[in-house]
């Protein structure tokens, strides 16, 4: 299983970027993914989660200006980020809570390698 997270970038605050994140590797099944970021110097924390059956939830930061979605059938998960802020900067995790294989082998707590969002003037 790999995940390859995309869409980082350099954004002016106040303005909006897209993250994708797909999941490979003959799967079957996802379970909870979602979105965790770390900035220099800081913990890595949450930012969204989805379950598999849509069900969200959000840090509190971010809430009313992130969107987390995904597609099941191409194992993808999204975090639409609008209104961004200097805070927001930070490396963007994608993350799986656990995958199942069509062999039947399970992965859990899968993390991606990041992608860089930079939110300045």
């Known amino acids: 299983v790999q995940l390859q997270a995309s869409g980082g970038g350099l954004v002016q605050p106040g303005g909006s970027l897209r993250l994708s994140c797909l999941a490979s590797g003959s799967i079957f099944s996802i379970d909870d993914m979602g979105w965790y970021r770390q900035a220099p110097g800081e913990e890595r924390e949450l930012v969204a989660v989805i379950t598999s059956g849509g069900i969200t939830n959000y840090a509190d930061s971010v809430k009313g200006r992130f969107t987390i979605s995904r597609d099941n059938a191409k194992n993808m998960v999204y975090l639409q980020m609008n209104s961004l802020k200097p805070e927001d900067t930070a490396v963007y995790y994608c993350?799986?809570?656990?995958?199942?294989?069509?062999?039947?082998?399970?992965?859990?707590?899968?993390w991606g390698m990041g992608t860089q969002v930079t939110v300045s003037s």
């Open positions: 993350h799986l809570d656990r995958a199942r294989t069509y062999s039947g082998r399970y992965y859990r707590n899968f």
